[in-house]
């Protein structure tokens, strides 16, 4: 084997396992969008997607809009079922997930919630799932049926991972490249 497709080879080799074997981290930041009957809210939300690599831990959310227009800031994210069972404070785990099922969530401006948004599980006020909104976010106080063809949530890449996956495509492409050479 010539001493160009050895050293291709090689670092070809090494690029794959270093993608391989780097640790997975869990995705911690995801893109928000939910279309309602008086439209569109759209959001970056950061969170912890949990061992079933479909449930995420909400922690906060941020540029949210709705209908393509900057919509109120909502610092407090909690569970719906809890925030309803306290009283109407905002309070508890917020949960979301990739495809839609097991949505526990409400994000509010204040403890009252006077611009927020949110989705209620069945059960508790009803045989089907909730969207619920308020304020700047239309108004649906007393919510409508969740309709999961109009939910999305989905991973943004980390940078690390897009890096990793240039490289092989880079050293791909150098290999390739030599040997046309030949």
Not at 18 to 41: D, K, M, Q, R
Not at 52 to 81: E, K, M, R
Not at 137 to 153: D, I, K, Q, R, T
Request: aromatic fraction near 8%.
């Amino acid at each position: 084997m010539p001493l160009k497709s050895s050293f291709c080879y090689s670092v070809a080799l090494a690029t794959v396992a270093t993608a391989t074997l780097a640790p997975v981290a869990s995705a911690a930041t995801f893109n928000f969008s939910y279309t309602s009957s008086l439209g569109t809210i759209t959001a970056t939300v950061d969170g912890t997607l949990q061992p079933d690599n479909n449930t995420v831990f909400v922690s906060s959310i941020s540029n949210t809009t709705f209908n393509g227009s900057p919509a109120p800031a909502l610092p407090l994210t909690g569970s719906y079922v809890d925030s309803i069972l306290a009283g109407g404070v905002v309070t508890g785990q917020a949960v979301l997930s990739l495809d839609g099922s097991g949505l526990d969530f409400v994000a509010c401006n204040t403890t009252n919630c006077n611009d927020g948004f949110g989705f209620l599980p069945a059960g508790l006020i009803g045989p089907v799932d909730l969207f619920a909104s308020v304020g700047g976010y239309g108004s649906l106080p007393g919510g409508e049926p969740f309709v999961l063809a109009n939910y999305s949530l989905t991973p943004v890449p980390e940078p690390a991972t897009v890096l990793g996956l240039l490289s092989v495509a880079g050293v791909g492409l150098l290999c390739k490249g030599r040997k046309l050479e030949k």
